[in-house]
């Protein structure tokens, strides 16, 4: 194992290309959602200090836990962080697979074409629709459509793992 691979973020292994694009493509607005989810719960701070410094009994009983609240949250302020980084880190070695570790280095940006390239990153690192990507590549969205199939196709001829590490014409 290189150094590079080690440094790496472990991720799950993919039965194929489109499996691995597929879930990048997922992880963009999953991580979007996280991160509004985590500005709320942020948000809910100011309030949560104000209730845990109350005196009075609160709800029946009174006999809670006034951080239990501020605990909760901060939870899941730290499980929202935790999906961020991981769909980052997913997204990441997508874009990894599109052009290379060193970014415009390898990948299908060498094996295939850029335009290929690019057509993978905004669809699937992006996650924009095929309107918008045929608009950034300057081809119609049938072309990207077909470019993306022959670039993974590609993908899935050499195998993911020998993308990574740069083997044959993908280093």
């Known amino acids: 194992?290189?150094?590079?691979?080690?440094?790496?973020?472990?991720?799950?292994?993919?039965?194929?290309?489109?499996?691995?694009?597929?879930?990048?493509?997922?992880?963009?607005?999953?991580?979007?959602?996280?991160?509004r989810k985590l500005e709320k719960?942020?948000?809910?701070?100011?309030?949560?200090?104000?209730?845990?410094?109350?005196?009075?009994?609160?709800?029946?009983?009174?006999?809670g836990d006034p951080t239990a609240r501020t605990d909760a949250r901060l939870d899941l302020?730290?499980?929202c962080r935790r999906r961020i980084e991981d769909d980052k880190a997913l997204i990441s070695l997508a874009d990894e697979i599109v052009y290379g570790r060193e970014r415009h280095a390898g990948g299908v940006e060498l094996l295939?074409?850029?335009?290929?390239?690019d057509v993978?990153?905004?669809?699937?690192?992006?996650?924009?629709?095929?309107?918008?990507?045929?608009?950034?590549?300057g081809m119609s969205e049938s072309w990207c459509r077909s470019a993306a199939q022959e670039a993974i196709d590609h993908v899935d001829a050499y195998g993911i793992g020998r993308m990574l590490d740069g083997h044959g014409m993908a280093s």
């Open 41 to 63: 719960l942020e948000a809910r701070k100011g309030s949560e200090a104000v209730r845990a410094q109350s005196y009075e009994a609160t709800g029946r009983g009174g006999g």
């Open 1 to 35: 194992m290189t150094s590079s691979a080690a440094a790496r973020p472990r991720v799950p292994r993919y039965q194929s290309a489109i499996d691995l694009f597929e879930a990048a493509r997922d992880a963009v607005s999953d991580k979007e959602k996280s991160a």
């Open 77 to 79: 302020e730290e499980i």
């Open 120 to 137: 993978l990153h905004f669809y699937f690192c992006e996650a924009m629709p095929w309107r918008a990507v045929a608009d950034m590549v």
């Open 112 to 117: 295939v074409s850029a335009d290929h390239a």
